[in-house]
Nanobody
C-alpha cells in the first residue's frame, strides 16, 4: 500500500518561507513522478509543481513560478516544496501525489497524501 505523508505546513506572514516535505512508502519511489497540488474550500484542487523520477525535469504553475522550488531525494523517498515570498493567496491545503507518468496532474495521479495546511497572513 502506497502512503504519502506531508509535513511542514503552518501559519506565517506574507513574504516568509516554508518548506513542505512528503515522505513516500510502499513503492519504488525513484521510478515515479511526484507532484504538489493545493486546494482551498469551494475550489477545485489545482496543480502547483511536479518533478520526474530522476529530478531532472520540473514544471510549475504560473502563479508560483520563480517563488516555489520542487525537489526530491530518492535516497530518502521524499519530495520537497520550498516556498519563498509567500502571499496570502498561497493559503491552501497542500497535497503531494505520485503517478506512473510525467507530467503528473490531478487526472493521472495514482495516490494522494492527506494534505498539510499552509496559511499566509497579510
Amino acid at each position: 500500500q502506497v502512503q504519502l505523508v506531508e509535513s511542514g505546513g503552518g501559519l506565517l506572514q506574507a513574504g516568509g518561507s516554508l518548506r513542505l516535505s512528503c515522505a513516500a512508502s510502499g513503492r519504488t519511489f525513484s521510478r515515479y513522478a511526484m507532484g504538489w497540488f493545493r486546494q482551498v474550500p469551494g475550489k477545485e484542487r489545482e496543480f502547483v509543481a511536479d518533478i520526474n523520477w530522476t529530478g531532472e525535469r520540473t514544471y510549475y504553475a504560473d502563479s508560483v513560478k520563480g517563488r516555489f522550488t520542487i525537489s526530491r531525494d530518492n535516497a530518502k523517498n521524499t519530495v520537497y516544496l520550498q516556498m519563498n515570498s509567500l502571499k496570502p493567496e498561497d493559503t491552501a491545503v497542500y497535497y503531494c501525489a505520485t503517478g506512473r507518468f510525467y507530467p503528473i496532474r490531478t487526472t493521472n495521479a495514482d495516490y494522494w497524501g492527506h494534505g498539510t495546511q499552509v496559511t499566509v497572513s497579510s
